[in-house]
């Protein structure tokens, strides 16, 4: 059980989708996350062990060594479609409780910004690491970030610009989230983005990375 288990983490850290997928090379014509994953489940091993000895080791390796710089985006993504792949074959077992998510993470990018590259990474991330997560998309203002907390008010919610001129966006909203749901967490992130901007507007975390956030999201919800 261990191995099998260890080798799903091993194709979600390299990036290795299935069998028909030639990416990594010196894995090609080998099974991936998505056929391991399935054969667990036919072996009788439980779904949230699939989930947390399996897939969230995997992409907990690769947001590692992301932070360090060993690898890049482009790997990350194949990290993270290995993950979504093997991933839809336990959905059913979310609904029935026998998978515990770990938490819920709202994320958008703010009013007026359209870039989604950065947003896209981190929701890959959180959910690969067992939080499901309600992606906004691009140019969210503040009024669908307040009707997706009313939805799911025990989310931790994620915001994010890559310009000077849309960060602004990011006071409104948090100041709008702090005075209707006071207990919710916030984090801001995206390249013009800093830890005393976040002091400044009252946002609860600043992240500059990915694998930070997801690394303060498990502190904080364990």
Do not use: W
Not at 3 to 13: M, Y
Not at 71 to 96: C, E, N, R, W
């Amino acid at each position: 059980m261990e191995e099998l288990l260890d080798k799903i983490a091993h194709c979600v850290e390299v990036g290795k989708i299935n069998l028909k997928t030639p990416f990594p090379p010196a894995m090609k014509g080998q099974p991936g996350a998505e056929e391991l994953t399935l054969q667990a489940l036919k072996e009788g091993i439980a779904p949230a062990e699939i989930l947390t000895q399996g897939l969230i080791k995997g992409m907990e390796k690769i947001g590692v060594k992301f932070k360090n710089n060993q690898v890049f985006v482009p790997q990350v993504l194949m990290s993270a479609k290995a993950m979504g792949t093997a991933i839809k074959h336990l959905k059913p077992y979310f609904s029935d409780g026998s998978v515990a998510m770990k938490g819920q993470f709202i994320i958008g990018t703010v009013e007026g910004d359209l870039h989604d590259i950065g947003k896209n990474l981190v929701a890959m991330m959180v959910e690969g690491n067992g939080y499901e997560v309600i992606d906004l998309g691009v140019d969210v203002n503040t009024e669908k970030f307040l009707e997706a907390i009313k939805q799911h008010p025990d989310a931790y919610v994620g915001m994010s610009a890559l310009l000077t001129t849309t960060m602004t966006n990011m006071e409104q909203i948090n100041s709008a989230i702090k005075a209707a749901y006071p207990g919710v967490v916030t984090f801001i992130g995206g390249a013009p983005v800093t830890a005393e901007f976040a002091q400044k507007i009252g946002a609860d975390y600043y992240t500059d990375g990915p694998q930070e956030l997801v690394e303060i999201l498990n502190r904080i919800s364990a």
